[in-house]
């Protein structure tokens, strides 16, 4: 493990941290025009965080550790993820972690804390949100486990940066049908887990509709600005998987600055474009009925487990 | 038969004994007639009457021909004693306990006496509509829990929500039983917002209760001034010039279009699709710019007044037709949406039997198949010759979504009929300073529903009693209704929005 390759990962880390909220913003901002709207500026999510930070943190005498240490958890799995994922280069210093089976349960282990911090407080809608979030991702983490191993299976490795490394060597194989296949599942699931239209809605301030809104109610202050700023890192984690797995160029391959620098921007346009989409295609689409949620994800399932398939068949 | 501003309409009254009430109101009932208002009446010794007594009106209504028949019942003031009507009808059992209260009138024979308008907290004994109330008591310590039914079985819970919500609405508490995602068992906890304001329009002058009538519920200022306006001409038997009437009937559509078509956008926006949302707000805004060229308010206040309406302005048909285009436009994408059309679709059905038994009113009736419209039942002048009542017979969300887009059609329909038959300007009847004691009733068909007034004059000349009763009134009992069986928690703000209720109308 390099100094510089621990650089590296700070260096993915502060950037990502810094960034996220950025697209958060720009996402929100991109939806406000195509609906004819002004929107507030691509800067208001930092503007909320820094207000949220600013404010005093109160806690429902009727909550115990969970609920105090589960936006620190959450926030730090989001960040040591957003460490781990090969967003810069493939030679990252946690590369011997950058495992997919790490990833997903970092990932798994902020949800399962915010579920628990959703029931600690004891209210009606904390618990609702976090029986809803579980339900979700009961089928949505599976889905992620199998879509991504149906790309290690034609690299012989779950290493991240080496699926990654493949698919550079090998351009042909990001169009393969096992790819597509993964990608259209992994698609699906990232909608569910960054709580996204059709599955959960954002901006909404219908209580009884909430997904994950509806377990960080209790949350206020410093505690919220934390697990805003983790669903915002996630975001951008998601996204940033699902860009580098399957379009992966731009992503440097060594650990010098003027690489790393080129592949800032490579990913920073591949988010930039994958999360104005996302916001574009929201507007054109509803929040479907609770129960059909499970439906979208057990189809996005079957497209990984097709896609599992198709990669030992045709390999 | 009272003396009456529209020879047309039939007017009765009838003193009846409580033995005899509730043989006359299933009487009534039976002929078609419609229970439409109770009010209770704290009377003083008169001439006529020597002893202090509690009269209670229940107004009954049936149409066209417009008719209004009266039941007057007077209870000893010692001991008040109301056979209740509520096993015979649901309404009627509503408003007793509004008047138990209220009054402390003692009803007998209710099924669910419990308190409805005055909260726990609020001392037994105290009776604020009473002449000899006093001030408001301090709070007691709880003095009898609400009587939320508890569903018990396995796996059952209860989400309370409210009143204060994540949003900016009016405050009402709602308490669900719920298995996993089903709704069991819906119960709502209104009259957060009661202000007394029925308390509120005594002793002033009938023309002082305008600007009380427009604030009872802020969306329906034109429709609770209007029947308030009526209430006081047919105390009065003053008939306002015919371009008043235009007018009125103008005001009351420019106020129903821009209700429903913020209706249309915020169901979309329950379902998450925003982009309808967005730009109903922007043609509810075009609305609202009109409404403020027409009368200088953008909600429509300060028009009408017993006796006549103004305009300052009338805008050109062509632009109403425009913007009945946009609505058609927007109403268009959101059905070609197949997860919206799959969100309203079978949505917290309200059966055609239940909407008639709770008696329900407005577009939530019209939805169910109820054919109910106080314009063509009631119709305050001749303006509504050309009406089309659509009805729907579905009664969920979908339904109550077409019915909104149905009426808005033909709200254009009738205002581009009725700017050709005024123009701008102030028409006034001469309106004499009244002595009473007199009463009226006014019936209007607001945006919700039927609003209903009756008011009585003293021998001041000031308004001694003013009962008002929003559609929401009838309304809020179809919501758990609908929601009982297999609506799901989350589909629950959807199916509130497309009943779209009031709480300050309800509440009073």
Redesign the interface.
């Known amino acids: 493990m390099s100094a510089t390759g621990i650089a590296v990962a700070m260096l993915q880390v502060v950037l990502t941290i810094a960034a996220a909220p950025l697209l958060v913003g720009m996402m929100r901002l991109v939806r406000a025009r195509l609906e004819g709207r002004v929107g507030a500026p691509i800067r208001q999510p930092w503007r909320d965080l820094r207000k949220l930070l600013r404010k005093e943190r109160m806690v429902s005498a009727n909550t115990g550790w969970v609920f105090s240490i589960a936006p620190l958890v959450l926030l730090a799995s989001a960040a040591l993820v957003a460490g781990i994922v090969p967003f810069l280069s493939t030679r990252s210093a946690l590369d011997q972690v950058g495992d997919l089976f790490a990833v997903v349960y970092l990932l798994l282990l902020g949800t399962v804390f915010l579920s628990l911090a959703g029931l600690d407080a004891g209210t009606a809608f904390g618990g609702m949100g976090a029986s809803r979030e579980m339900t979700i991702a009961a089928i949505a983490e599976p889905t992620v486990l199998v879509a991504i191993f149906a790309l290690s299976v034609s690299t012989g490795s779950s290493n991240l940066g080496a699926i990654v490394a493949a698919t550079l060597a090998h351009p042909s194989t990001a169009a393969s049908p096992e790819s597509l296949l993964a990608f259209a599942a992994l698609a699906v699931v990232t909608i569910a887990e960054t709580g996204r239209i059709p599955v959960d809605n954002p901006a909404t301030h219908l209580e009884l509709t909430m997904i994950h809104e509806a377990m960080i109610l209790e949350y206020s202050g410093p505690d919220l600005a934390m697990v805003e700023l983790a669903a915002h890192l996630r975001l951008v984690v998601f996204l940033g998987l699902l860009a580098n797995l399957f379009v992966p160029w731009g992503i440097a391959t060594t650990v010098q600055p003027l690489h790393l620098a080129a592949a800032a921007a490579a990913v920073a346009i591949k988010l930039v474009a994958l999360a104005a989409t996302i916001a574009a295609i929201e507007v054109f689409i509803a929040k479907v009925r609770l129960f059909r949620v499970p439906e979208l994800l057990a189809a996005s399932f079957v497209l990984a487990f097709l896609a599992v398939t198709a990669s030992f068949f045709l390999a | 038969m009272t003396g009456s501003a529209n020879p047309d309409r039939v007017e009765w009254t009838m003193d009846t004994a409580a033995f005899d009430l509730r043989d006359r109101f299933m009487h009534l009932t039976s002929s078609g007639y419609r229970l439409a208002l109770v009010a209770a009446h704290h009377d003083l010794p008169d001439g006529d009457h020597p002893e202090a007594s509690i009269r209670v009106v229940y107004v009954m209504v049936a149409g066209p021909p417009d008719t209004r028949i009266e039941l007057h019942v007077r209870l000893p003031i010692d001991d008040p004693v109301l056979p209740s009507l509520a096993e015979v009808s649901f309404p009627a059992g509503r408003f007793e306990r509004e008047i138990q209260d209220l009054f402390g009138v003692r009803v007998v024979g209710h099924h669910q006496p419990a308190r409805l308008v005055l909260h726990q907290h609020w001392p037994i004994g105290w009776y604020p509509m009473r002449h000899d109330a006093g001030p408001p008591p301090a709070f007691d310590n709880e003095t009898e829990s609400y009587p939320f039914l508890t569903v018990d079985g396995p796996g059952v819970?209860?989400?309370?929500?409210g009143p204060i919500?994540?949003?900016?609405i009016e405050p009402g508490h709602f308490r669900f039983s719920v298995v996993g995602?089903t709704i069991l068992n819906m119960k709502a906890r209104l009259w957060f917002v009661h202000k007394g304001i029925e308390r509120l329009f005594q002793d002033r002058h009938p023309a002082d209760g305008v600007e009380l009538a427009e604030r009872i519920s802020g969306d329906s200022a034109v429709g609770h001034n209007l029947a308030f306006c009526l209430a006081v001409e047919d105390a009065a038997a003053c008939t306002p010039p015919a371009e008043a009437q235009v007018i009125r009937a103008l005001l009351l559509e420019f106020e129903r279009l821009y209700n429903h078509v913020t209706d249309l956008g915020a169901m979309?926006n329950?379902?998450?699709?925003?982009?309808a949302h967005?730009?109903t707000m922007?043609i509810r805004e075009q609305l609202l710019r009109l409404n403020a060229r027409i009368t200088g308010h953008r909600l429509l206040r300060g028009s009408i007044v017993p006796g006549g309406a103004r305009a300052h302005w009338l805008p050109d048909p062509a632009t109403l037709c425009e913007i009945g285009d946009d609505v058609h436009q927007v109403v268009d994408i959101m059905m070609a949406?197949a997860?919206?059309v799959?969100?309203f679709t079978g949505t917290a059905v309200l059966a055609n039997a239940d909407a008639a038994q709770i008696g329900t009113l407005g577009y939530v009736a019209r939805a169910s198949g109820l054919h109910v419209d106080a314009r063509r039942e009631h119709a305050f002048a001749n303006v509504y010759e050309n009406l089309t009542v659509a009805t729907l017979t579905d009664g969920d969300v979908m339904a109550r979504f077409n019915i909104r887009v149905a009426e808005i059609d033909s709200s254009i329909q009738l205002v581009t009929e009725l700017l050709q038959r005024t123009s701008p300007g102030e028409y006034r009847s001469h309106f004499d300073a009244l002595d009473g004691p007199r009463h009226g009733v006014g019936l209007v068909e607001g945006w919700r529903g039927t609003i209903a007034h009756r008011l009585e004059i003293s021998a001041a000349g000031t308004l001694s009693r003013v009962k008002v009763v929003d559609p929401s009134f009838f309304n809020w009992p179809a919501l758990p209704v609908a929601l009982a069986g297999d609506t799901?928690?989350?589909?629950?703000?959807l199916a509130n929005k497309s009943f779209n209720l009031s709480y300050a109308g309800n509440d009073l």
Do not use: K
Not at chain 2, 270 to 275: L, N
Not at chain 2, 488 to 493: C, G, M, N, R, S
């Open positions: 819970y209860e989400i309370p929500v919500h994540a949003g900016i995602e979309g329950d379902v998450g699709f925003g982009i967005a730009h922007r949406n997860t919206v799959d969100r799901i928690v989350p589909d629950f703000p």
